[in-house]
């Protein structure tokens, strides 16, 4: 076992010390060979307990979106000799809180529980990754609770958006494919199709486990075999292509009778191991990462009250990377928000930023970390997030550092490589006008 | 930035509009190691965390809560959690939209947002600023009986954003170039949350026909043609009227014990005058005596929903004998898939993907007992409103077991753990249930309270509160083929000329 003492101490670079916190991660190994990383905290009697699987909704075949999500939403509507009344009657009855979702690149597990029901949590889990019954009544049932929902997000124009403009950057990959399907395809899915996807993609060499609260790794140890020893050794092997972002310079108009448009733009952005990674996070955070110090926000809600959210974020996914970014505005002045938009983008591609930004945006990003710490669940979701990304068990320790590093010039770099009005791609759903 | 859980405030309809719209926000960015995705939407209307269902909001007697007041009538309670150096401090006005005159429907959510343009020391959006560069995210949201102002800090910043709390109760000082384009951020709110949402339009027209005289008649953004009209001058005299330390809750949660907290609260808070409040009217209902049913089509529809409200007493007002009751209540109806309405009609009968029951006591007026059910493909709306109604009678006719109200309080206890481990959890309720007029020591008790609760008492419960007459029913259904758009788009005022001249 090897056990590392990391301090946050993320204030530092303020110039004043925060109270420093120690986590104290632990690299654990079952005896029947699961790894996890464990943060203990015996503050309350809560277990939490995060896992991906790497994989996800990019290997659906292209006639069966939305196979991945289908699957993880069975996985707890039955298993072993539970039928899917059962087994989520012993979840509610013990407020055993188990959440499956799936990405393009990754299925994630978020388990939740009271210490003293850890063995029946842990052993639930276990049940459902390796003997998922796919009862046939569960199987329409959830079926049609997708069908409903895929109904239901065409009610929302920033759901709309964000399907189209995948569909506009990935033509022909998986990424262009949405997660959750479409409703010809969610029809079309098949037992066997759920039972083969769940048997060649859930398996121990996809698996990234993060443990933190109430328990010990003696006690973590057997909890772990009995949640994961029994799934195959191998998955199926993962083989999704890199992608370039396409669709340059395109903007498509969805028209539908909605009152305020919504827009949504995207262009290639950088992936989470791009050494260019945190120059882009301090650039996005000034652009429009940062709420309402964000030059998006200013420019857009502040100045001009043309939206109430606007936003730019990052989406770095395993094959691509994006910078993306949305304004939603009444129909007659979205051609002026994403006049603004556009402006703000050259603004920064040309200028970079002020000292004063870069160092604001310091400030916040180092200062503000220690809040992602505040819950047994949101540590086991960051320590999850870490290892996923290959940050290395002492990136608590070094990702002030990581930040402070980022310069004027750097972040003037990344700007100018990232931020190209000509190919940006534009979606914008509502009924606006002058488009 | 914002609490785990977005939650409605007054009834199902909004937690659907809430799960279609505001979840796909984040846009699927992955966690905020890379603080990717951060979501800026400051004055969130119904933004609350842990009223998500009963359980969460009042998880009680195991949080570690002190309590002080201070001379000039500003509440405090600290809430201590050491699990790291970071804190949630909350403040809550006891001034929500049902404190409105007439004619300024939206008005306390209009304030809310312009206590972020500027006091007399401190420049317009500087307080969030301040807030960022010291590492803290903060937000504010309003309801019907109260408006808040949150930060999430490291504890040692705690003092800077006390400081600037007390500044802008005292001293906000608004200009009209400020507010301005505000008042337009406002009505693109409106825009986004009812406007572009059918079933935010369905539960503004609910609520309407539910309160036939609380002033919950109106809704919290506003009509929109009284939302228009407001002037910086409204908001000047309603935010003088209304924010003052004897009209304040001010909750501190996280690593904070009441010995730290104290001298900090009384150095900025407590040179603070006291002002002398209105009263805070609370019409009564009228008894109810019919039942009310609206359909609302809208061309934006393609899963339609049904949804029912029956008028219900709150810890304040009405028969709050019953408030614990009908938690249970709900619990055993509709708050997860081992619940009645899920094993009858989505797991046995096959009417419906998904279904809900949900109670709020915590309101200073009359409340709502609600019920949401979104329909399987091809389903008849009616058929599974008929379904609901069955198994509503069935209840109110034979009542519920005592297994059931058992497995109910069993799981509520539970939930209690959870609630202690969030750092916002503590704040948010304390905040929520004082601002209604409640004690610390109602919150810390509630797990007794819920205990103690019976099979007899809950289906008197039942009995007093599902009855038809008090009930209003809402389907959302698509455009009927060939038939125009609702009307409600046409008629804006122009916008003022805005910043026309881009860089």
New interface residues.
Partial sequence: MKAWAILVSAGLSLGAVLPARAVAIQQITSPGGISAWLVEDHTNPIIAMSVSISGGAALDPPDKTGLANLVTDLLDEGAGDLDSQAYQGKLNDLSIGLDFSVGHDSMVIGLKTLAENRETAFGLLGLALAKPRFDPDAIDRVRSQELSALAQELASPRSIAARALAALLFPGHAYGRPADGDPESVKSITRDDLVMWAGHHIGRDALVVSVVGDVTPDQLKPLLDAAFAGLPQHVDPIDIPDVAPQGAGKVDVIRKPFAQSVAAIAEAGVKRADPDWYAAYVMNYVLGGGGFSSRLMTEVRVKRGLAYDTESFLVPRDHAGLIEASVATRNDRVVDSLAVVKQEWVRLAENGVTKAELSSAKKYLNGSFPLELSSTEALAGLLNVIQRDHLGIDYLERRHKLIDGVTVADVRRVARRLLRVADMTTVVVGDPRGM | ?LP?CWARFVSSVRI?ATR??LY??A????????????????AALIAICLVLTPVASASAQMFDAQSFTLANGLQVVAVT??????VNSIVYYKVGSADEEPGKSGLAHMVEHMM?KGTKTVAP?MF??LV??????DDAFTTYDYTAFYQ??????LPEVLRLEADRMINLAPREKDF??????????L??RI?????GKLNEQMNAALYLNAPYHHPVIGWRSEVEQFTLADVVAFQHRWYAPNNAVLVVS??ITADRLKPLVEKYFGPLPRRKLPVRLRTDEPPPLAARSLVLR??????PSWNRLYLAPSYAKGDSKYAYALQVLAEVLGA???SRLY?HL??EQ?LA??IWAGYEPESLGMTSFDFYA????GVDLDKLGAAIDAEIHDVVDKGVTSEEIE?AK??MR??V??A????QSGAFTFGTALAVGRTVADVQDWPQRVAAVTPDIVNEAARAVLREQASVTGTLLPTRPGEE?AA??GG?QP?PE??KS??
């Fill in positions: 930035m785990e659907a279609a719209d796909k926000d846009g699927g960015a992955p966690p905020s190691v890379t603080g990717i995705s951060m979501t800026a939407s400051r959690n050491h699990r790291a150096p970071v972020f959006g969030s600023r960022a560069d010291n590492g803290g995210n999430n800090i490291a504890v040692d910043r301005t384009p505000e008042h337009q951020v406002v009505l693109e709110e825009r986004m406007e572009n949402s059918p079933a996280g690593d809208d061309p934006n529809v393609h899963q997860d898939s081992s094993r989505v797991v096959k993907s998904e979104s329909p399987n493909p497995r069993t799981k539970a939930e753990a959870y202690r481990d969030s750092l758009p409600g788009q804006e916008i805005l910043g881009l860089r």
